[in-house]
């Protein structure tokens, strides 16, 4: 009897075909995805810069404020001391405007603490925010790095692994925008 011999070179060419497919779908769901992460990055280190610049600008008017409280302090000193001198020197009672000043920039500063402080609060406020974006940035940045390795290795757990850290890069993105 004799072995019957099948043709197996197409088959193989064809199997061969089909993995190449495969390989060149997924290298481009690879790069798709690494753009995507890219795009969020961009966008998470645009509004992370966006909230530093926020911050600095409430510093600086929380800064003016206090500088505007010390002025204030300072006036009213000037016209305590003014009072005193002149209550002092003179041999009737003087006119009570010195004092009227006196708690008219008393009034004053507390206004212009309670408003340098809530300059302070929302400065703050903008740096966690800050933070919390850099974290974004972060998370998309190395999940980027290992979405490249896992092309050039050829290994669909790395380029799983990029994706979890994208999800996460997402959610400190979620919470940077929103709270």
Known sequence: ME???IPTEHLQEAINEKAEEARERWTLYVALST???AVLAAIAG?????QVNE???DQIKASDQWNYYQAKGIKSEIAASTDKLLHNLASKPV???AKM???RYESE???IKSQAEE???TSEAHLVKHVTLSKAVTFFQIAIAIAAIAILTRRKPLWFGSMILTICGAYFLVIGLFF
């Open 3 to 5: 072995e019957q011999e």
């Open 35 to 37: 753009a995507f992460m």
């Open 46 to 50: 645009l509004l992370g810069g966006h």
């Open 55 to 57: 911050a600095l600008i």
């Open 95 to 97: 006119d009570d405007s």
């Open 101 to 103: 000043n006196v708690a």
């Open 109 to 111: 500063k507390e206004k």
């Open 119 to 121: 300059y302070e609060k």
